[in-house]
C-alpha cells in the first residue's frame, strides 16, 4: 500500500482536483484506491458528488473516540475501486491533534493501522492548504508527495517553500516526488517561461515535473456537477491519464 500527500500550502492550485483526477483514474487501472478528504472545504468529497449527508462517520468522529466507531464505519465507496474516507470537521480534528498525549507524528501510523489489512494499492491524501499540526503528521505519515502549482510566476517560489516545510519537518526533501504543472496556456510565453523554470528549478533533486495539465473550463465544470473529467470530458480525461501513467511508471 502506498501514501501519497496531494499538498501545496498556497491555494487554488488545483489541489483537490489532482487529488480527485488521480483517484479515480488508478482506481480505472484496476488499483483499489483510498481517498482520504482532509481539506478542510471538503472538495474531494464534493468533486466526487458525496456531501456531509451521505456520511455515516468521519474521520474526526473516528479519532476522537466518538461512538466507539471503526475506520470501516466512516469508509464510503465513491466509484468502483474507490472509496472515500471524508472528515466532516477540520477544527475539531485539529484541536485532537493539539491536545492528545500520543505524539502527533504517530497518530495516523497507530489510527490508520487498519488500512494495511483492507486491500488498498494506493491511499490519495487531499491536504488542507495550510501549514498546521494535522498536515506535519501526513507528511510524517505519507511515502510520497504530489505537488500540484499553478503556471504563473509565483509558482517556483511556491515550491521552494515547500522544501523548505520538508526541512524544518526533518523529512526528506525526495518526498516531493511529482510536480504537476496545473492550469497550463500553451499560448502564451508566460506558461512556457514559467514552465521551464520550475524544470530547472527541480533539476537537481529527484522530483519529476509532470506533463502539464492544460487550462480547460470543463474541469473545473466537472467538479461543480461531482463527477470526475472521466465522466465528463474525454479531451481532459486523456491529460490526466498520461500524467497518472508518468507517475505509475516513475514510481520508486
Known amino acids: 500500500m502506498q501514501k501519497f500527500a496531494v499538498i501545496n500550502n498556497k491555494g487554488g492550485v ?9 483517484a479515480h483514474g488508478l482506481a480505472k487501472m484496476d488499483f483499489k484506491i483510498l481517498l482520504l478528504d482532509l481539506d478542510d472545504q471538503n472538495d474531494s468529497s464534493m468533486f ?10 468521519s474521520l474526526s468522529e473516528y479519532f476522537t ?4 466507531i471503526t ?18 470537521d477540520h477544527e475539531k480534528l485539529v484541536n485532537y491533534f493539539n491536545k492528545t498525549s500520543i505524539p502527533h507524528m504517530d497518530l495516523f501510523q497507530n489510527k490508520l493501522s487498519p488500512l494495511s489489512s483492507m486491500g488498498y494499492d494506493f491511499v490519495i491524501i487531499d491536504c488542507a492548504p495550510t501549514k498546521n499540526i494535522v498536515n506535519d503528521a501526513v507528511i510524517d505519515y505519507t511515502d510520497k508527495i504530489i ?14 517553500n515547500m522544501f523548505r516545510y520538508l526541512n524544518n519537518l ?3 526533501l525526495e518526498k516531493i516526488s511529482f510536480i504537476i504543472p496545473n492550469m497550463y496556456d500553451a499560448r502564451t510565453n508566460e ?9 530547472d528549478f527541480v533539476e537537481d533533486t529527484k522530483s519529476l515535473v509532470t506533463s502539464p ?19 465528463y470530458d474525454n479531451e481532459a480525461g486523456r491529460q490526466f491519464f498520461k500524467i497518472i501513467k508518468e507517475v505509475v511508471e516513475n514510481i520508486g
Open 71 to 88: 475506520l470501516g464505519d466512516c469508509v464510503v465507496n465513491a466509484r468502483e475501486n474507490l472509496d472515500l474516507l471524508s472528515n466532516r
Open 191 to 199: 506558461s512556457k517561461r514559467v514552465l521551464e523554470l520550475l524544470q
Open 213 to 231: 495539465v492544460h487550462r480547460r473550463v470543463k474541469i473545473t465544470e466537472a467538479g461543480r456537477h461531482g463527477k470526475t473529467v472521466f465522466e
Open 147 to 160: 505537488m500540484p502549482v499553478q503556471v504563473e510566476g509565483a509558482s517556483v517560489k511556491g515550491v521552494g
Open 65 to 68: 473516540g466518538s461512538n466507539n
Open 170 to 172: 526533518d523529512q526528506p
Open 14 to 22: 488545483g489541489k483537490s482536483t489532482t487529488a480527485v483526477q488521480f
Open 48 to 57: 466526487l458528488g458525496i456531501s456531509q449527508r451521505d456520511l455515516n462517520q
